[in-house]
């Protein structure tokens, strides 16, 4: 089968490999669609941490299609179900999973293999973190069901609520989830900043009330103009860089919060004031990937059209052009995601 390998930063080739054989409760699925993602991106740019990715693999992680071969020892899924899986299982046993804390397991297995013909999902997996696609999703929508899972995991710890004001750093795939997200719990204003025109229009035309071209104007002055003053309810960091995730405490009022959802490179640090944090009440938290539940929130958001993944989606281009795409995502101010078809 043809599939996409990543051997190191910068390193992606495809190639001829076989076609996975499944074992005892395992599922072999045809992918039909895979989209890609900001991770992706910055893997491929600047690696990413060796005990969920050991290279070589196959690549990618958001992915759709139909099942064409199941192992012994299950009833479902069918052959010819069309299903999506999570990229991870947790073990619902360790001292994470027993706390409920599903998404930072011990002993979690993850799949990447999205961008190929093929992909084999694990027994546990399809146990835990696999889920039927109802006919009427599309397979390049159902695709778009992992990152908009993280983002509800985000949302809700962060503790959105009706009548928040949310300042979204970052009009990007995930900054534009969070935008349609957060509008959808009952955000009353919602202010994008990004440093790229055309993106800002398009959060515009997905629902931001506000846009901020941080590159013309002060997202500061912007917000608390917006604010009567006082700053954003909550803040959303969806970029994953030291200097955003800083920018970030700056934009939340008293007694807000501050999400800092997108991933820095390994090893980064930021400053933050302990006056802040102590007299102005800030709460700052990460959030790191997601949970199975989320997995299923997110499907059924996206067949119900509560969440609008549509136009998230700009192109479509074949696995043989795989590298053109992300070259496109790192260049291009208009791409946002593309649907890879093997």
Not at 295 to 310: D, G
Request: hydrophobic share 40%.
């Amino acid at each position: 089968m043809k599939a996409a390998m990543l051997y190191g930063v910068k390193d992606l080739r495809v190639e001829e490999i076989e076609v996975p054989k499944i074992a005892h409760g395992e599922v072999l699925v045809k992918v039909k669609a895979a989209t890609t993602c900001g991770t992706d991106l910055k893997i491929l740019q600047r690696g990413y941490v060796e005990k969920v990715i050991k290279l070589p693999t196959v690549f990618g992680h958001e992915w759709a299609g139909e099942v064409v071969e199941v192992g012994e020892g299950l009833e479902w899924p069918k052959k010819g179900m069309r299903v999506r899986a999570g990229n991870s299982a947790p073990c619902l046993r360790c001292y994470m999973c027993q706390k409920g804390k599903y998404n930072l397991c011990e002993n979690m297995i993850w799949l990447w293999g999205a961008y190929a013909e093929y992909i084999k999902v694990p027994a546990r997996m399809v146990a835990v973190n696999m889920q039927e696609i109802p006919q009427h999703v599309s397979y390049e929508e159902a695709a778009i069901t992992e990152p908009l899972a993280c983002v509800l995991h985000g949302v809700e710890e962060a503790g959105v609520g009706l009548g928040d004001s949310i300042a979204i750093i970052g009009a990007g795939p995930i900054g534009l989830l969070h935008l349609l997200t957060v509008k959808k719990m009952g955000a009353e204003k919602v202010i994008m900043i990004d440093l790229v025109e055309e993106r800002l229009h398009f959060a515009e035309k997905l629902g931001a009330d506000e846009t901020v071209n941080a590159g013309k104007e002060n997202p500061l002055d912007v917000i608390r103009r917006l604010t009567s003053g006082r700053g954003a309810d909550i803040v959303i960091e969806a970029i994953g860089l030291p200097k955003t995730w800083e920018q970030a405490l700056t934009l939340v009022r008293k007694g807000g919060t501050v999400l800092e959802f997108g991933g820095c490179p390994p090893g980064t640090e930021i400053k933050l004031s302990t006056e802040q944090l102590h007299y102005g009440e800030t709460t700052v938290m990460g959030t790191f990937h997601t949970t199975p539940l989320h997995f299923r929130k997110a499907i059924n958001l996206i067949a119900s059209k509560t969440i609008n993944v549509k136009p998230l989606i700009t192109a479509k281009m074949s696995l043989d052009n795989i590298k053109e795409a992300f070259e496109m995502l790192s260049t291009s101010k208009t791409q946002i995601k593309i649907a890879i078809q093997p």
